[in-house]
């Protein structure tokens, strides 16, 4: 495929080894946790998904962290209330994220459900929302015509 990367980069923040492979996958639901000390006893992640290779997206994550930027990302949120030291030194220094792959390779909408059953299995504490609304207007187009026909018939007794 043309301008398909086959190296990768990633950001210094992350703890441990992971492979190029694992980084260059696209289609990825992940979680985040956060690796500050002050964090151990009580494991802070957050659970997402996206299109982008996971290097670039965990490279936004670090980005809004660094730039205190929290309406960019859960995680920037988490780090300017609990760890409210200057950032920028730490990101460059030393790992503060760790990063799982849960899934990869899924279209559109399995990715946005995976995402919605993660958050309720894993029950992360950074997420900002559940998907789970997200997810039920998502399957009603996922539907055919008489599906749609009967989830409407079902609401409106209801």
Not at 21 to 40: A, N, R, S
Not at 54 to 74: F, G, P
Not at 89 to 118: C, G
Request: glycine share 4%; aromatic share 8%.
């Amino acid at each position: 495929m043309r301008g398909e990367r086959k190296k990768a980069n990633p950001p210094k923040c992350i703890n441990g080894i992971i492979p190029d492979e694992v980084w260059l996958k696209t289609k990825v639901t992940y979680k985040l946790t956060c690796d500050m000390p002050e964090c151990q006893h009580t494991p802070f992640a957050y659970i997402g998904e996206s299109k982008k290779p996971l290097e670039d997206r965990v490279r936004e994550h670090a980005k809004a962290t660094r730039m205190n930027n929290v309406k960019a990302t859960a995680f920037a949120e988490h780090f300017k209330q609990c760890h409210p030291c200057p950032v920028y030194p730490i990101l460059n220094q030393k790992p503060i994220f760790k990063i799982e792959v849960l899934d990869s390779k899924l279209d559109y909408v399995k990715r946005k459900i995976n995402e919605a059953v993660k958050i309720d299995a894993h029950k992360p504490n950074l997420n900002r929302r559940t998907e789970g609304n997200k997810c039920q207007h998502l399957l009603y187009w996922h539907l055919d015509k008489a599906g749609r026909d009967e989830y409407r018939q079902g609401r409106s007794v209801a």
